[in-house]
Nanobody
Framework: QVQLVESGGGLVQPGGSLRLSCAAS????????MGWYRQAPGKQRELVAFITSGGSTNYAGAVKGRFTISRDNAKNTVYLQMNSLKPEAPAVYYC???????????????WGQGTQVTVSS
């Protein structure tokens, strides 16, 4: 029905930058909130940032001022620009979208497969 495909993860040095992308495809009627979450080994998945259909954004305190979330509605894509990355445990970043399918009334929650981000020298 809907697939979310992420890209842009990898290994980066402390202080460096990465840009994650997540594109949705399928029988999409509309997408409301788009977000990014991350999960480190042995820890719960946590919210990093989200952006509403109106463009309002919200960030976790740990990334505020360093990360920027944006979206391209024409491409059904959400981005996460990560700057001033800090050395920490590797984490898998997951995108999340609230999608209403064509001919459906209620939206559903969709997740990407995850992309690994490692910040290390």
């Amino acid at each position: 029905q809907v697939q979310l495909v992420e890209s842009g993860g990898g290994l980066v040095q402390p202080g460096g930058s990465l840009r994650l992308s997540c594109a949705a495809s399928g029988s999409i009627g509309s997408i409301s909130t788009m977000g990014w979450y991350r999960q480190a080994p042995g820890k719960q998945r946590e919210l990093v940032a989200f952006i509403t259909s109106g463009g309002s954004t919200n960030y976790a305190g740990a990334v505020k001022g360093r990360f920027t979330i944006s979206r391209d509605n024409a491409k059904n894509t959400v981005y996460l620009q990560m700057n001033s990355l800090k050395p920490e445990a590797p984490a898998v970043y997951y995108c999340n979208m609230i999608v209403r399918l064509i001919l459906r009334v209620s939206p559903d929650d969709y997740w990407g497969q995850g992309t690994q981000v490692t910040v290390s020298s």
